[in-house]
């Protein structure tokens, strides 16, 4: 069984461009979460999806945007990027967004903002 | 709301020694309680977990903690570390049906030969 892949491993962008990170749920698991993970603030929850539709969001500023395709595949998109957006980005994939059954994270997506 | 303190930042062990990497959370409701792993260059691997039941849950490489309620505590502890255990350490918690984690800020195991 595949696990939860996160493309690409690593990305290097300019302040003030946009991004968009992929996450591919392992099969059948329909609940995405995004996770950032820095040495200042360490690992922060970003928002969470299921069945398309974002059922619970961190404290992020409105930069921060995801969304979730019918086959449960996500993406996070970050707009006008700062300095501080430098970060590893992790996604983790369930069945339902509950811990019973597994919750799996990927291996992260480095953002590098320069 | 809820909070993780991992009271240590860094903890060095010598190889075949014993070790135990605090957790303490706080909370106004009950709780599941993590503990993850995470290698260089990796994203996070769960190492074991408490949902409910027996309050001394163990993971299949030799760790294992203990839910304390009244001391609102999840120690990790292995008796015994391996150089390959040398790692950085998250101890997590998250509400009855809530559907995120909230970390604790790690814990950077450094295993010495």
């Known amino acids: 069984k595949a696990g939860v892949t996160q493309t690409p491993r690593y990305l290097i962008k300019t302040r003030g461009q946009q991004v968009t990170l992929s996450c591919s749920p392992i099969?059948?698991?329909?609940?995405v979460s995004w996770y950032q993970q820095t040495p200042g603030q360490g690992l922060q929850f970003l928002f969470e999806?299921?069945?398309?539709?974002?059922?619970n969001k961190g404290n992020f500023p409105g930069r921060f945007s995801g969304r979730q395709f019918s086959n449960s595949r996500s993406e996070m998109n970050v707009s006008t990027l700062e300095l501080g957006d430098s970060a590893l980005y992790l996604c983790?994939?369930?069945?339902?967004?509950?811990?019973?059954?597994?919750?799996?994270f990927g291996s992260g997506t480095r953002l590098t903002v320069v | 709301a809820q909070s993780v303190t991992q009271l240590d930042s860094q903890v060095p062990v010598f190889e075949e020694a014993p070790v135990e990497l605090r957790c303490n959370y706080s909370?106004?409701?009950?709780?599941?309680l993590f503990w993850y792993v995470q290698y260089p260059n990796q994203g996070l691997q769960l190492l074991l977990k408490?949902?409910?039941?027996?309050?001394l849950v163990e993971s299949i490489n030799g760790f294992e903690a203990e839910f304390n309620k009244s001391q609102t505590s999840f120690h990790l502890r292995k008796p015994s570390v391996h150089i390959s255990d040398t790692a950085e350490y998250f101890c997590?918690?998250?509400?009855?049906?809530?559907?995120?984690?909230?970390f604790g800020t790690g814990t950077r195991l450094t295993v010495i030969p």
């Open positions: 408490y949902l409910s039941g027996s309050t």
């Open positions: 099969s059948g698991h329909r609940s």
């Open positions: 909370s106004s409701v009950s709780v599941y």
């Open positions: 999806y299921f069945s398309e539709t974002q059922r």
């Open positions: 983790a994939s369930s069945l339902d967004g509950q811990f019973n059954y597994g919750y799996t």
């Open positions: 997590a918690v998250s509400e009855y049906g809530a559907n995120n984690l909230f």
